[in-house]
């Protein structure tokens, strides 16, 4: 079948068209932003001594790293030029550790939405290589990180102090063993 003229000449030049290019680099400021927020909760649990939640945001914080490089890479393959964008400052206001928790659930759930109407640009563009991407990377990644942070949540909400809510927290998230974690 003959290929039109215009679709050749933009898919030779990139593979993602315009509208989901947009949002895929919006989308590496809200990793980035994501990785900060985490790094703000670590630093504040940092100085209130509680060492393991320090480390459980730090970890956490490396995953958001890793979310925006997936982006990059894959804007690379499909050779998109780009630039970084600007990261907002962190807006977050910690009133106790509970809240961190809360900011969490919240901000995952943020970002599954996000990554959704990511998706739907790329259905409405046509481009279903990009679309199984998404579907195999970031969807996929989201429910386990809504599923993490509501678990440790309800942690978070226990009656009990906190030496023994982060000795659990922390254990249980590099044991990894949550069939649906990754
Ligand atoms: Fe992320
Ligand atoms: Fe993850």
């Known amino acids: 079948m003959p290929i039109d003229k215009k679709v050749l000449k933009e898919r030779r030049e990139q593979s993602i068209k315009p509208k989901t290019v947009k949002l895929l680099v919006e989308q590496i400021a809200h990793e980035l932003y994501n990785h900060n927020l985490y790094?703000?909760?670590?630093?504040?649990?940092?100085?209130?001594?509680?060492h393991?939640?320090?480390?459980?945001y730090v970890s956490r914080a490396n995953e958001e790293i890793t979310h925006h490089q997936w982006i990059v890479d894959r804007l690379?393959?499909?050779?998109?030029?780009?630039?970084?964008?600007?990261?907002?400052?962190?807006d977050a206001v910690i009133d106790d550790e509970e809240s961190t928790f809360v900011q969490t659930v919240d901000k995952e759930?943020?970002?599954?939405?996000?990554?959704?109407?990511i998706v739907e640009a790329a259905e409405q563009e046509k481009d279903w290589e990009t679309v199984k991407w998404l579907q195999d990377t970031l969807v996929d990644e989201q429910t386990e990180e809504?599923?993490?942070?509501?678990?440790?949540?309800?942690?978070?909400?226990?009656?009990?102090?906190?030496?023994t809510k982060e000795?659990?927290?922390?254990?249980?998230?590099?044991?990894?063993?949550?069939?649906e974690e990754a």
Request: avoid cysteine; glycine fraction near 2%; charged fraction near 30%.
């Open 39 to 50: 790094r703000t909760f670590a630093n504040y649990f940092a100085v209130k001594g509680l």
């Open 52 to 56: 393991k939640l320090e480390q459980y």
């Open 76 to 90: 690379n393959y499909a050779d998109v030029r780009y630039k970084y964008p600007e990261v907002p400052a962190v």
């Open 109 to 117: 759930i943020e970002t599954t939405l996000l990554i959704y109407k």
């Open 146 to 163: 809504e599923h993490i942070s509501r678990k440790f949540l309800k942690i978070a909400r226990q009656d009990t102090d906190w030496v």
């Open 167 to 179: 000795d659990y927290i922390l254990s249980e998230y590099e044991s990894g063993d949550d069939p």
